[in-house]
Structures are given as structure tokens and as C-alpha cells.
């Protein structure tokens, strides 16, 4: 991956897309090979990688005892967000997902959708040079998931990438100049999406590749 890529990571359930991520972003080790964030190394200097990354899990379990702007102003600390700046950062980025009022209930009574959008303002707040998703458009309304996208590519045109696994994949064939089939555990196709399309839909790559025996 590169800046200014949006990179899907497509695969079937148990596929081993969200362990892929999980070692992507330094929750699980992993024996072999080598994952670089902005040329450092996760394996060898993990807390640095974080600092230039965000993820998102598919299900954010998030502090339900905090209100909204008390979560928001601990990711903000996290980071070493000035206060003025993080105050800008907040107000514009809660205003985009339409959460503004609700920053000072508590968390335990946002709705699914509302912790949603909560967890993406913590990720955005820091602006990261690698924001890594899984499943991020689940549990999203129509509106919040254009708002979404809109972001996403806001932080590719200022040289950050992004990398998500989605089982949606006209959205991913819209979104991504870049995308990945694993199966079983092992990739097996990746590249431009051009490359990978060649004339044909995501959707119908995806369903030859699973189909045959390429990986098993």
C-alpha cells in the first residue's frame, strides 16, 4: 500500500480477514513475515506504528461509563491533541455525523449506529496516516456512510491510505483503486482494481476465486 490508497481486503466469512487486521494494527504477534507502517516496523517498534494509525473494529467497544466528549477528549489525550485544536477537530467532525447533541450523554445509550460514529470521530481526531477498518459500514444509515466515505477520501488526498475489509463489494469496487482476495487464510489474488476486475464485476472475481481450488 501506498498514500492515497483505499484498499479492500475481501474474503468469506473465516476467511482470516480480521486476524490479517488484528496483526495490522499490533493486537495479535504473528511468526512470520514483516508488517511496516510508514516504513516502521509493527513487530519491532509497536507504540510508534500506533501513533500513526486508527482502527476500527467491526463491533467498537467502547467506554459505555463516559458521555461522548468525555471518550473523545480521552482519544484526543491519547494523541497530545492541543486543546484548541481538538475542540476544532470535535465540533466539525460530530457536526459531519450529525452527533453533536448527543456528546454529553453517556455512551451506554447510544444506539448501535451512534457508537459507530463515535468510534470513526476517535479514529479521524488525530488525522492518521493509516486508518484501518473492519466491516466499516455496518450498522452505518445511508447518510453516515456517504459521510464516511467523503472522509475517507479526504485523509487519502492529504497522503494518508486506508485499508478495510467489507463484504459489500459494489461499495468496494466504487471506493477502492486497490483490493486483495484471501481465502483460507492465504491471498490470492491483490492489485489495482482494473487489474483485478479486467472488464468484469468485483463481484464476479470474487465468486470464481472462492469457487475454485486456487487456495485450499
Known amino acids: 500500500m501506498e498514500a492515497g490508497d483505499i484498499y479492500g481486503f475481501i474474503g468469506h466469512n473465516g476467511a482470516g480477514k480480521t486476524t490479517t487486521i488484528k496483526c495490522v494494527v499490533g493486537i495479535h504477534e504473528f511468526d512470520n513475515g514483516e508488517?511496516?507502517?510508514?516504513?516502521?516496523?509493527?513487530k519491532d517498534d509497536p507504540l510508534?506504528?500506533?501513533?500513526?494509525?486508527?482502527?476500527?473494529?467491526?463491533n467498537p467497544d467502547?467506554?459505555?461509563?463516559?458521555?461522548?466528549?468525555?471518550?473523545?477528549?480521552?482519544?484526543?489525550d491519547i494523541f497530545e491533541i492541543p486543546q484548541e485544536e481538538r475542540q476544532r477537530r470535535i465540533q466539525k467532525e460530530a457536526d459531519d455525523f450529525e452527533i453533536t447533541s448527543a456528546l454529553g450523554d453517556l455512551i451506554s445509550s447510544y444506539s448501535h449506529g451512534m457508537k459507530q460514529k463515535l468510534a470513526i470521530i476517535g479514529a479521524l481526531i488525530?488525522?492518521?496516516?493509516l486508518l484501518v477498518l473492519d466491516e466499516p459500514f455496518v450498522g452505518l444509515d445511508p447518510k453516515?456512510?456517504?459521510?464516511?466515505k467523503n472522509k475517507m477520501h479526504e485523509l487519502c488526498?492529504?497522503?494518508?491510505?486506508?485499508?478495510?475489509?467489507?463484504?459489500?463489494?459494489?461499495?468496494?469496487?466504487k471506493l477502492c483503486n486497490k483490493a486483495a482476495i484471501i481465502k483460507n487464510g492465504k491471498l490470492v489474488v491483490a492489485g489495482t482494481m482494473e487489474e483485478l476486475t479486467n472488464g468484469e464485476?468485483?463481484?464476479?472475481?470474487?465468486?470464481?476465486?472462492?469457487?475454485?481450488?486456487?487456495?485450499?
Open 35 to 42: 508488517i511496516t507502517v510508514n516504513g516502521v516496523s509493527v
Open 201 to 216: 464485476s468485483l463481484e464476479d472475481v470474487f465468486m470464481e476465486v472462492v469457487s475454485d481450488g486456487k487456495a485450499d
Open 144 to 148: 453516515a456512510a456517504v459521510m464516511l
Open 126 to 129: 488525530h488525522k492518521p496516516k
Open 48 to 58: 510508534k506504528c500506533k501513533s500513526m494509525l486508527a482502527y476500527i473494529p467491526d
Open 62 to 76: 467502547l467506554y459505555e461509563y463516559l458521555t461522548g466528549i468525555q471518550y473523545l477528549n480521552f482519544m484526543a
Open 157 to 173: 488526498d492529504e497522503g494518508a491510505a486506508i485499508f478495510f475489509s467489507t463484504h459489500v463489494l459494489d461499495v468496494a469496487e
